[in-house]
């Protein structure tokens, strides 16, 4: 009789099978975490003045950082929405860094609690460079931040059966499942009482997170959303009537020839509102001047103000875009505070410097010429300056690019030599004198509308050259020769006027292309050329395709 005998194997033990559940909520566990961190720093930066939000101070650094070329692209895709698509991408970009973290954590604890620990240096520093931020609130508000994650992380970690966490409560005293023949064991799953223990840690964590930061971002945006209602402007000496007869035509969605406050576009390189106590605010002129100035609110108040309509624009705007705006100023002229410090010859280059750091600088020959008034403006349409458009006080400055001129939150005038400073986007690609060019906007009818057929249809619009004017505005509709167009009265050489041309429409049905062309104050007509906004604006006329059925 013959005995077989089992000889043991030799081949390695197989590996355990990965549990997918609690690797993905390990991954979730990693998110929510950083969910948590940012959600402590945006409520202590709404706490308290002073300290920062990780998602601003990270979201400054980006702007400051970027390449050449990206705030064309970024404005065009996103418009005035840019810094809510920047704060949502950065957000989401810590979450799922952090997810991975998380995912790495389950296995060795000193990946996230390193990963975790270098977030919050990457946030210190950026947050070190901000003019408005105090050092010693921007440390604590870190610590507390990543202090929080990572005690989250590493309770809702534990209930994902990492192999540094204590065994489960309960173990089975049964026999070992088998692992089937020739295959990998299989690694239990999480059991019911990690998962139920990981679904209540979480959503504690996400509900907190929501709260905490909804709290938070409500209170950095909201305390000082408005100027204070103590904020009173004097009548100014050289006040303005309203919009005389003339000056705004009667037509059916053409853009309004003041734009009112609420509707003002507003395009800057500030995540939040810098909020400034004009009680404590001060203006400094200093440089190439003879002595230095430094005026308080109530100053500015008692020196004699005026009222100007001007239009200003974005340099980014693009050919029929949305990004400039007529508004009735009110302030300083901006030579009477020159003239109190007195410009060397050197002074050259007028720099303004915001309360966040911002700065931007133009010719000073460009405020000294007599044609036109550039102003400290305290007022806007009536009220004091809203505090998304500079409260308590910015330049204003006619014909030229904002990001060359008007200076919001204004702090400083600096006189230096031409070649001595750029502001803050020239390095970036953009140029350093910036005229605002001739444009012109088609408002009504919309692309794309279906219009009546035999109906007569007003075509109608703004067009702008400050400050050169607008002299004539005209209309070729499908290609053909250009037909003059009626403008309102100009309120000045500084503002856009409102154009209409009224059209039959055929009875025939099909598509019709209206183009539209300005010409400026001196006779130069717009030019059909089309370029991007960089470096120095938008060039091309504005077309819409529109259907008559």
Request: include cysteine; charged fraction near 15%.
């Amino acid at each position: 009789m013959t005995t077989k005998t089992t000889t043991p194997s030799t081949s390695p033990a197989p590996r355990a099978l990965p549990d997918r559940g609690a690797d993905l909520a390990a991954f979730a566990a990693g998110g929510l975490a950083a969910a948590l961190g940012v959600a402590v720093g945006e409520l202590m930066a709404g706490l308290v003045s002073g300290a920062p939000s990780l998602v601003i101070a990270i979201g400054d650094a980006v702007i400051e950082n970027q390449p050449p070329g990206a705030k064309e692209f970024v404005v065009e895709l996103f418009g005035e929405a840019d810094k809510l698509a920047l704060n949502v991408g950065i957000i989401i970009t810590s979450i799922v860094i952090a997810g991975f973290l998380g995912l790495a954590g389950r296995r060795r604890w000193s990946v996230p609690l390193v990963g975790f620990l270098v977030a919050g240096a990457v946030g210190l520093g950026a947050a070190l460079t901000r003019p408005l931020i105090d050092p010693v609130l921007a440390v604590i508000t870190i610590a507390l931040a990543i202090g929080a994650a990572l005690v989250a992380l590493r309770v809702m970690l534990s209930f994902t059966a990492p192999a540094w966490a204590a065994p489960p409560p309960e173990t089975s005293t049964g026999p070992a499942p088998l692992a089937d023949a020739g295959g990998p064991s299989p690694r239990p799953a999480m059991p019911d009482w990690q998962r139920r223990r990981f679904l209540q840690a979480s959503g504690g964590v996400a509900v907190g997170s929501v709260v905490l930061g909804v709290l938070g971002r409500n209170l950095l945006t909201g305390r000082v959303s408005t100027p204070p209602s103590t904020a009173q402007l004097p009548v100014p000496a050289a006040g303005l009537p309203e919009v005389p007869a003339g000056a705004a035509l009667d037509v059916d969605g053409i853009t309004p020839i003041v734009v009112p406050n609420d509707d003002f576009y507003r395009i800057d390189t500030a995540l939040v509102t810098p909020r400034v106590d004009a009680t404590s605010w001060t203006m400094r002129v200093f440089g190439e001047v003879d002595r230095e100035v430094t005026l308080t609110y109530d100053d500015l108040l008692a020196m004699p103000l005026f009222e100007q309509y001007v239009t200003i624009a974005c340099v980014s705007n693009k050919v029929g875009g949305d990004l400039v705006g007529n508004a009735l100023w009110t302030g300083v002229d901006l030579r009477e505070v020159l003239d109190m410090a007195g410009v060397k010859p050197a002074g050259e280059q007028l720099v303004g410097r915001s309360v966040d750091g911002f700065t931007a600088g133009f010719p000073t020959s460009w405020a000294m010429d007599p044609d036109r008034r550039p102003m400290i403006a305290v007022g806007m349409n009536g009220q004091p300056l809203p505090q998304d458009h500079g409260f308590p006080a910015r330049l204003i400055v006619p014909g030229l690019y904002g990001y060359v001129s008007a200076t919001k939150w204004l702090k400083e005038i600096q006189l230096t030599g031409w070649d001595d400073f750029n502001g803050y986007w020239v390095p970036l690609g953009w140029a350093k004198e910036a005229p605002i060019l001739t444009q012109s906007r088609i408002d009504t009818p919309r692309r794309g509308a279906t219009l009546a057929a035999g109906t007569t249809v007003p075509i109608g619009g703004v067009a702008w050259a400050p400050d050169r004017g607008v002299s004539k505005v005209e209309l070729s509709i499908d290609g053909g020769e250009w037909q003059t167009a009626e403008i309102s009265d100009p309120l000045n050489d500084a503002t856009w006027v409102q154009w209409v041309l009224p059209w039959q429409a055929p009875a025939e049905t099909g598509e019709h292309r209206f183009e539209v062309r300005a010409t400026d104050g001196t006779g130069v007509v717009q030019t059909s050329e089309v370029t991007s906004p960089a470096p120095d604006g938008a060039r091309g006329h504005h077309s819409i395709t529109v259907k008559v059925a």
